[in-house]
C-alpha cells in the first residue's frame, strides 16, 4: 500500500491551443483525470527535486516552448518545481494514437462489434506503449505506478490536439 502523501489531489490541464474540446476528447480527460485523483502513486524523487517535500501534491500539466510542462506544488501549495519533458520519444506514439482513436470513434458509429473491438485492443496497446515511455522518462524524477502513468499520458496527448 502506498502513502497517502504519495499521490496526486489535484489537476489542471491548460491548453492554450483549444477554446473546447470536441464531447468525446472532453468526455476523455474528465475521466482521466477523476481516475487520476482518485486513485494514483505520484512520489516526488529527492534526487530530483529535494528533501522535505510532502504531499499530495497539486499538478498543472500544460505545453511550453515544444515541451511537456508538468507543475507540482506541495501540501503547503509551495512550488515543488517543474518537469520539462521532450516530446520527441513520444512523438509517434501520440500520432498513431491520434490516427488509432480516429478510427475507433468512426467504427463506433457504423462497425461490428468484432472490427471496433478489433480497432481497441490496437488503441489500447498503444496507449500501453506510450504510458511506458512515460515511465521510462519519468523514471528518476517521479515515481508512478501503470495507472497514474496512463491518465498522464492521456492528458498529454489531449495537449497535442489543436483547434
Known amino acids: 500500500m502506498f502513502n497517502s502523501n504519495q499521490k496526486i489531489s489535484s489537476v489542471t490541464l491548460h ?20 481516475d487520476l485523483v482518485e486513485k494514483n502513486y505520484f512520489k516526488p524523487q529527492p ?8 504531499g499530495p501534491y497539486d499538478i498543472r500539466v500544460f505545453v511550453h516552448e515544444g515541451r511537456v510542462i508538468i507543475d507540482i ?4 501549495k509551495a512550488k515543488l518545481g517543474e518537469l520539462a519533458l521532450s ?5 509517434k506514439v501520440i500520432k498513431e494514437y491520434f490516427v488509432v482513436c480516429e478510427n475507433y470513434y468512426e467504427a463506433t458509429k457504423k462497425a461490428s462489434p468484432e472490427k471496433i473491438e478489433a480497432i481497441d485492443f490496437g ?16 523514471f528518476d524524477k517521479v515515481g508512478l505506478d501503470d495507472n497514474t502513468a496512463r491518465r498522464l499520458f ?10
Open 15 to 34: 491548453n492554450s491551443g483549444v477554446i473546447r474540446y470536441q464531447p468525446h476528447i472532453q468526455k476523455e480527460i474528465e475521466i482521466a483525470i477523476h
Open 47 to 54: 534526487s530530483f527535486f529535494g528533501e522535505g517535500h510532502i
Open 73 to 76: 506544488s506541495g501540501q503547503d
Open 87 to 91: 516530446v520527441r520519444p513520444l512523438k
Open 123 to 138: 488503441r489500447r496497446a498503444l496507449h500501453n506503449d506510450g504510458s511506458d515511455r512515460l515511465k521510462t522518462l519519468l
Open 154 to 163: 492521456t492528458l498529454i496527448c489531449a495537449l497535442h490536439i489543436r483547434a
